[in-house]
Nanobody
Framework: QLQLREAGGGLVHSGGSLRLSCAASGGYFRFSAMGWFRRAPGKDREIVVSLGWSLSDRYYADSAKGRFTISRDDLKNTVLLQLNSLKPEDTGVYYC???????????????????WGQGTEVIVSA
């Protein structure tokens, strides 16, 4: 069964950068759409970015456009999220998720993802 594990979170000053990684094991995720979600303090989990099985298919939340970049390394079974120009409002726990359906497109629909990692915390200080 597919399992996901995030890493790379931490404390960073406003304007700084972080690179989050999501390592997949126990399954084959190459043809599954992947997503990164964020749960800010006191808020619901929300989409940050999604990558469809076709690597040209990406969905970025408005808050992520121009600052965050998602990529995937199929040889390493890893999905990366590059976070640049971080702001205090980017603070939260970031989750990696995989869609259940193969050959699926990118989507912001949280219910479309059936496998989730445990999350990695990002704290951006002002």
């Amino acid at each position: 069964q597919l399992q996901l594990r995030e890493a790379g979170g931490g404390l960073v000053h406003s304007g700084g950068s972080l690179r989050l990684s999501c390592a997949a094991s126990g399954g084959y995720f190459r043809f599954s759409a992947m997503g990164w979600f964020r749960r800010a303090p006191g808020k619901d989990r929300e989409i940050v970015v999604s990558l469809g099985w076709s690597l040209s298919d990406r969905y970025y939340a408005d808050s992520a456009k121009g600052r965050f970049t998602i990529s995937r390394d199929d040889l390493k079974n890893t999905v990366l999220l590059q976070l640049n120009s971080l702001k205090p409002e980017d603070t939260g726990v970031y989750y990696c998720a995989s869609r259940a359906t193969m050959y699926s497109p990118a989507t912001s629909d949280r219910g479309a993802y059936n496998v989730w990692g445990q999350g990695t915390e990002v704290i951006v200080s002002a």
